[in-house]
């Protein structure tokens, strides 16, 4: 069965910290995808990234940052240089064999983690 | 392009009544899934629809159901409301997630049972 842990609870930084924000999975599966998702106190989910399990390249879209590891099984996110406005919850997901139309459109979600910037 | 819409917002119900969800996809989206979040249980998949038809459903009671019409526009309906349905209600647009296209999401619907 697929499962999406992210083990911290709540962060707290001051602004200008880096930050890390840890996820790990488990799956059966060799083809799936990892998702990061920010929910602002609006509660819209707000797509960050997606990255396929073909594709281990780390990517870097401004302050933000992942690093995805099949050997650990982890994808975290690491935010540079955090600003008050980061202030959110995020959260990693897994979609597994998406073509699998019985998988269709679900994704398998983490608690969330609480980053809190602080001024 | 406009993004995805659900209404109502907020709705304040009862023990016992009924409701009904609504989530209009991105124009020429043809995929909707349904989530229900709450602080217990996190982040849960209720049900996918592609071009009117069920396709996939997550592990919930027969008192939700779902259906989506030809303009590819989606409701949700849960009846006789518990307390434990309080949630955020969101649903998520894509192509076609089977086809590994990206889902957008709504701004949520609040459901508060009393």
């Known amino acids: 069965a697929q499962k999406v842990t992210q083990a911290q609870t709540e962060i707290s930084v001051v602004e200008k910290e880096d930050v890390t924000l840890d996820c790990v999975y488990e799956?059966?599966?060799?083809?799936?995808?990892l998702f990061w998702y920010k929910q602002p106190p609006s509660g819209e989910l707000v797509f960050l990234i997606r990255r396929n399990s073909f594709d281990e390249q780390n990517e870097i879209s401004g302050r933000y940052s992942w690093n995805f590891q099949k050997s650990t099984s982890s994808f975290n996110f690491t935010i540079t240089a955090s600003q008050v406005v980061d202030s959110a919850v995020y959260f990693c997901a897994l979609s597994e064999a998406p073509e699998r139309v019985t998988n269709a459109g679900k994704s398998t979600f983490g608690d969330g983690t609480t980053l809190t910037v602080k001024p | 392009k406009a993004g995805v819409t659900q209404t109502p917002r907020y709705l304040i119900k009862t023990r016992g009544q009924q409701v009904t969800l609504s989530c209009s996809p991105i124009s020429g989206h043809r995929s909707v899934s349904w989530y229900q979040q709450t602080p217990g249980q996190g982040l849960q998949f209720l049900f996918e629809y592609f071009s009117e038809t069920q396709r996939n459903k997550g592990n919930f009671p027969g008192r939700f159901s779902g259906r989506q019409f030809s303009n590819s526009r989606s409701e949700m309906n849960v009846s006789t409301l518990e307390l434990g349905d309080s949630a955020l209600y969101l649903c998520a647009s894509s192509l076609d997630p089977a086809a590994n296209n990206e889902q957008f999401f709504g701004p949520g619907t609040r459901l508060t049972v009393l």
């Open positions: 799956t059966r599966d060799t083809t799936y995808y």
